[in-house]
């Protein structure tokens, strides 16, 4: 067994709260922290559908990547859709864990995971932030040698959309074969700079801005576009792993229910 701090303190561990960045709000942002926890439920978001799979589940805690409250919250009530998702794990007595710039940036977290994801190899970081209090670097992004030196953008372009199961993938040539691959999961438009300071010809990204498209083109980068959940939810199997490893009496679940909110034709 174990307690809503002592998942936390793991977590903080791994995934250090103290590098997040400033705008963010990441840490436990709902719950007791002595409530005893037997069941989690691991998601990208909690959304109302994922804080009812949980209470089905007999969950007490979920642990998700995205913040459940991001923005300042000046009431809980049922008519906001942060209000309404509150309530529901404040009724079910469910509490929640968000890492997420955190998680991004550390060592085996999101950016690594989707580095192996594209089978990336001699994966080092695209950029550091800082060394964390155990002396680890960290930092938003990676860069490594993709599986199969050569391939074209478009033919790049289809083996992330396979290997991420995304539902669409935008992209746009920069001119050049791909070998040197940099990835950012989530938002990391704006780092198309430290991508070519990189020497890299390739970024995997997601919620590419149209002038960014255009500035990686005159920069001659291939700049591919995954999709923010494809390009993030890589790393929930793997937190669900070390929690069942760190936890092995807690019943570590992954969320059925929760996938990408849009669909592409």
């Known amino acids: 067994m174990g307690t809503v701090k002592d998942i ?14 400033s705008f963010d709000n990441a840490g436990l942002l709902v719950g007791r922290r002595d409530r005893e926890v037997t069941k989690i439920l691991v998601s990208l978001d ?18 998700a990547h995205h913040p459940v409250i991001f923005h ?5 009530i049922d008519k906001t859709p942060t209000g309404e998702i509150l309530l529901a794990l404040i009724e079910h007595k469910i509490a929640a864990i968000c890492a997420h ?8 977290g999101v950016n690594d995971c989707l580095a192996k994801a594209l089978e990336l190899t ?4 695209l950029q550091q ?15 490594g040698t993709v599986h199969r030196p050569g391939l074209s953008n478009r033919e790049y372009a289809a083996f992330v959309k396979e290997r991420l199961n995304a539902a669409n993938v935008r992209f746009v040539g920069g001119g ?9 999961g989530g938002a990391c438009g704006s780092m198309l700079e430290d991508v070519v300071a990189q020497g890299c010809d390739t970024f995997v990204t997601a919620d590419v801005k149209y002038d960014q498209f255009l ?33 092995p009496n807690v019943d570590v679940r992954l969320s059925e229910v929760h996938r990408e909110i849009y669909s592409a034709i």
């Open 129 to 143: 932030a800082g060394v964390d209090a155990q002396g680890r670097p960290y930092g938003i992004g990676r860069v």
């Open 176 to 184: 050049k074969p791909v070998q040197r691959v940099a990835v950012g």
């Open 46 to 63: 909690i959304t109302k559908e994922v804080v009812v799979e949980a209470a089905r589940l007999g969950a007490q805690l979920i642990v």
């Open 8 to 21: 936390y303190e793991f977590i903080d561990r791994i995934a250090p709260f103290a590098t997040q960045e």
């Open 72 to 76: 300042p919250v000046k009431s809980v």
């Open 122 to 125: 001699e994966i080092g970081q």
């Open 215 to 247: 500035e990686a083109k005159a920069l001659g980068l291939n700049l591919l576009d995954a999709g923010h959940f494809s390009t993030e939810n890589v790393v929930c199997a793997p937190m669900a792993r070390w929690l069942s490893e760190e936890f």
């Open 101 to 108: 710039t955190n998680l991004d940036a550390a060592r085996g």
